[in-house]
């Protein structure tokens, strides 16, 4: 059974940054594409970053240019550093594999103030 602990969310002023991290448990990490995924209230949970085993990544175009994925294979752990936030971007976060295969976490809340 794979785990997933997110952690790294708060509140934030518009402009401000969050870096939030994954931690899976489970040696699968490492020959997994890794995404981020968001749930704003009253909406669907919806795809926001990747990063293949390989590094490459590909993003949502609402957050290119503002949010950068990323892995550490030896601590089972992907991150995903968010600048420059909009209230727009207040939502749930959560990590799972892309496309997600496994349970869900309980995410971590990032809220964006006006």
């Known amino acids: 059974q794979v785990q997933l602990v997110e952690s790294g969310g708060g509140l934030v002023q518009r402009g401000g940054s969050l870096r939030l991290s994954c931690v899976v448990s489970?040696?699968?990490?490492?020959?997994?594409?890794m995404g981020w995924y968001r749930q704003a209230p009253g909406k669907q949970r919806e795809f926001v970053a990747a990063?293949?085993?390989?590094?490459?990544?590909n993003y949502d175009d609402s957050v290119k240019g503002r949010f950068t994925i990323s892995r550490d294979n030896a601590k089972n752990t992907v991150y995903l550093q968010m600048n420059s936030l909009k209230p727009e971007d207040t939502a749930v976060y959560y990590c799972?594999?892309?496309?997600?295969?496994?349970?869900w976490g309980q995410g971590t809340q990032v809220t964006v103030a006006s």
């Open positions: 990063v293949t085993a390989g590094d490459s990544t």
């Open positions: 489970g040696s699968i990490f490492k020959i997994n594409a």
């Open positions: 799972n594999a892309a496309p997600w295969l496994w349970q």
